[in-house]
């Protein structure tokens, strides 16, 4: 499908224009680069098959020639999802060898790790996995496009990542001198923020009509997959809420739910511990900030208190606690916390328990009803 034919969805009864990450204009400034670099032909315009299997036609720009490479841009259009990178240009610089082989690297505006963070390593440039395996096999359908018999060395840059930067928390996730590249499906799906919070509605308003009373909280996939794969339980009665998790509350309580069971992932779930209902980074960011609380009061000293406040994931501070013999008592009070802001936020017509997992420990805690909540959504 090409990006004409897919240009808008409709959320809410309205039209929204779809835009494409800054993975995809990484992956199509490097492929039109490296064909030009090989063909010695000028391109204009270069087309890119995107993960979700939609094809795009994008305009090359700012087109740079030397002896042995080229580099050349990509302006990123965002649609119409609200994204501080929008209009941005990405650059791609592809390069000769004469050795086989190929290198991935960023350079200005392309934030680095400053240490080890999931799969990237310490040093290495914040390209995600799925757009440098986009990077690398657009380069390589060249290479074998014009039959070079070597390789090449790819550089990936964004000047104006410096400066946006700066408006993110990148530095709290371990990143730093600039953006990432992202982007698992190549394109952006807009959903405006009050789309979003409608749609929340309207999906638990569905299963209410339906005659279901309780149902699942999710923020997302993982909550999704840990349900279906670890838990056996029924993601047909789950409720995607997004970063949205007072809003949904609030829906519950509004269409007359008799209970809700949030599951997530930490890294959202913890925060609600310190009042907050809104989990996405741009609102707030205190998970180190609860987990080192907590673990004060569950006997921490201070070495172990400043080690958690420096943590970037609720990964590295999870094996801390894990280490030290915390992570129970921990997790416990922590659990406790989540239940007075949910209780608090659902007042008491509804009931709302919540149940919390990490990817490698599983469940690390649940609250008073979750059993009872469990049953009841059968």
């Known amino acids: 499908m090409e990006m004409d034919k897919m240009q808008v969805v409709w959320k809410n009864q309205k039209e929204l224009r779809c835009g494409y990450t800054t993975g995809s204009c990484a992956a199509a400034a490097a492929k039109a680069a490296a064909a030009m670099l090989f063909s010695g032909e000028e391109i204009r315009q270069v087309s890119l098959m995107t993960p979700k299997g939609i094809e795009l036609y994008l305009e090359v720009e700012k087109i740079q020639r030397e002896n042995e490479s080229v580099s050349c841009a990509i302006q990123k259009d965002s649609g119409d999802d609200p994204d501080v990178t929008n209009g941005i240009f990405v650059y791609a610089k592809v390069t000769k060898k004469r050795e086989k082989g190929m290198t991935l690297d960023g350079g200005i505006g392309v934030?680095?790790?400053?240490?080890?963070?999931?799969?990237?390593?310490?040093?290495?440039?914040?390209?995600?996995?799925?757009p440098r395996q986009m990077i690398r096999e657009a380069v390589q359908s060249q290479i074998e496009k014009y039959e070079w018999d070597g390789g090449a060395d790819i550089v990936i840059y964004i000047p104006e990542g410096v400066e946006i930067a700066k408006k993110t928390f990148n530095p709290r996730l371990g990143i730093e001198g600039g953006i990432s590249v992202l982007g698992t499906s190549g394109i952006v799906e807009p959903m405006s923020e009050q789309a979003l919070t409608q749609t929340i509605f309207l999906e638990m308003k569905m299963l209410r009509d339906e005659g279901h009373r309780y149902c699942y909280l999710t923020p997302g996939n993982y909550g999704n997959d840990f349900l279906r794969q670890t838990l056996g339980y029924d993601q047909e009665l789950a409720v995607k809420c997004s970063n949205y998790i007072g809003d949904a509350i609030d829906d519950g309580v509004r269409l007359k739910m008799d209970g809700l069971l949030l599951v997530g992932h930490i890294g959202k779930l913890v925060k609600i511990a310190a009042g907050v209902m809104n989990t996405h980074s741009r609102q707030a960011d205190a998970r180190m900030e609860v987990l080192a609380v907590h673990a004060a009061?569950?006997?921490?000293?201070?070495?172990?208190?400043?080690?958690?406040?420096?943590?970037?994931?609720?990964?590295?501070?999870?094996?801390?606690?894990?280490?030290?013999?915390?992570?129970?008592?921990?997790?416990?009070?922590?659990?406790?916390?989540?239940?007075?802001?949910?209780?608090?936020r659902a007042g008491e017509k509804m009931k709302v328990g919540a149940l919390m997992f990490s990817d490698e420990l599983g469940v690390l805690g649940k609250t008073s009803f979750v059993d009872e909540l469990r049953k009841k959504i059968g």
């Open 297 to 344: 009061m569950a006997g921490a000293d201070r070495e172990t208190v400043c080690a958690l406040m420096k943590c970037f994931t609720t990964k590295e501070a999870l094996d801390i606690l894990e280490k030290r013999g915390l992570l129970e008592e921990t997790m416990r009070t922590v659990m406790e916390k989540i239940e007075y802001h949910l209780a608090k």
């Open 111 to 130: 934030g680095r790790f400053t240490r080890k963070v999931l799969e990237q390593e310490a040093g290495e440039a914040a390209i995600n996995k799925v």
